[in-house]
């Protein structure tokens, strides 16, 4: 694939909304199985969660492919997933291999240009066992005030900012980014809320893996495209750590050396409670390779801000979600995660092309 090819490919399948990314898959996956959200578009349109199998149904090693676990991240994830196909990958599979697509995960929050899902929760915090006391995050209850400030004016972003400041000087920087990202708990409409039950878009996800049998396989590599944070263009390998050190060097016999982990001090995201990780580490265990290929866009200082922008719209003025305002921080939320612009598009698509022929490689080398 030259450098041309991607170009013209970047043109065609990035989308401009969820409805449209969820067209051209299903105009490349005709039979793809769709899985229905409670939820509404913004338009009043059906969403749904769709998923299509390539292999045979027995192999023993499975590709799992998930974009749209963060709502608008999944503008990269979509147009991913379609340059796999177009690159014939799933029609050149390797003996006793499979490939799983899974499209808009959370297809609310791509609908919506939001994070979050339906609930209002962090999807990527939900999968903790909530049978368990749940994890705490002190630091975020002191916090939450000023991460999410009612007062949305210049002086209230101020005085906010200024709370936020003095917390980070007396704990220091790690307190403070594991405080905001880690997930929290107990503040519902707050960042990176967990929840408190697993949801619809987790059960959608648990419901996927059981109808695939894919607890079954004997190894499974997952790939879960993600958006906003690190250098512009560039796509991190981010390991997570309920897969510890195992799952590092797994993935790293994978995709080389540029793999990162967060207990090594090498990933730009800290520790995480309730990652996707954390539920196939309990589904599969050392049978499973899971990384996050996360792309840098704009700087942490400009995505914050339209995550909190965000945040404040569902929490405190719902009923404008889709007002001339909403929509202004909605747009705002997916140009944060999703930069309209054909260097990051050529750049993303470039490392993901990559990333997909190593973990194929991978799977045939067995």
């Not at 997916?334 to 991978?362: I, T």
Request: aromatic residues 12%; glycine residues 8%; contains cysteine.
């Amino acid at each position: 694939m030259n450098l041309d090819s991607v170009k013209q490919i970047a043109e065609v399948d990035f989308s401009d909304t969820y409805l449209e990314a969820r067209e051209k898959f299903l105009a490349a996956v005709p039979n793809a199985r769709a899985y229905p959200c409670s939820a509404k578009g913004p338009s009043g349109e059906a969403l749904y969660t769709d998923v299509a199998y390539f292999g045979p149904t027995d192999a023993k090693r499975l590709l799992v492919l998930i974009s749209g676990t963060h709502g608008p991240e999944g503008y990269h994830g979509s147009a991913a997933q379609l340059l796999f196909l177009r690159a014939k990958y799933h029609e050149q599979l390797p003996h006793s291999t499979a490939v799983l697509f899974i499209h808009a995960l959370n297809c609310y929050g791509f609908a919506w240009n939001r994070r979050a899902t339906v609930e209002g929760c962090d999807l990527n915090r939900n999968f903790i066992d909530f049978s368990s006391p749940i994890p705490p995050n002190p630091g975020y209850e002191e916090l939450d005030e000023f991460f999410v400030p009612e007062d949305r004016s210049e002086e209230g972003i101020r005085r906010a900012e200024t709370a936020i400041d003095q917390y980070r000087k007396l704990h220091g920087d790690a307190a403070y980014l594991s405080a905001r990202a880690q997930g929290q708990y107990t503040r519902p409409g707050g960042l990176f809320y967990g929840g408190t039950e697993p949801t619809e878009a987790r059960r959608t996800l648990e419901k996927i893996m059981a109808d695939f049998d894919v607890s079954t396989r004997d190894e499974v590599i997952i790939i879960d495209y993600h958006t906003g944070l690190g250098p512009y263009g560039y796509g991190e390998i981010q390991c997570e750590q309920p897969s510890g050190l195992k799952g590092y060097h797994r993935a790293e016999k994978i995709f080389g050396p540029s793999v990162t982990l967060p207990d090594l001090g090498t990933s730009t995201s800290p520790n995480l409670h309730g990652t996707l990780d954390e539920y196939f580490q309990r589904l599969l265990g050392d049978r499973h390779t899971y990384v996050a290929v996360e792309y840098g866009t704009y700087p942490i200082s400009e995505v914050m801000s339209a995550i909190r922008d965000e945040h404040w719209l569902f929490r405190f003025r719902p009923d404008q979600a889709d007002s001339e305002l909403g929509r202004e921080i909605r747009n705002a939320s997916k140009r944060s995660f999703y930069p309209q612009k054909p260097d990051w598009q050529e750049m993303v698509l470039w490392r993901a092309h990559l990333v997909h022929r190593q973990a194929l490689e991978a799977l045939a080398s067995e």
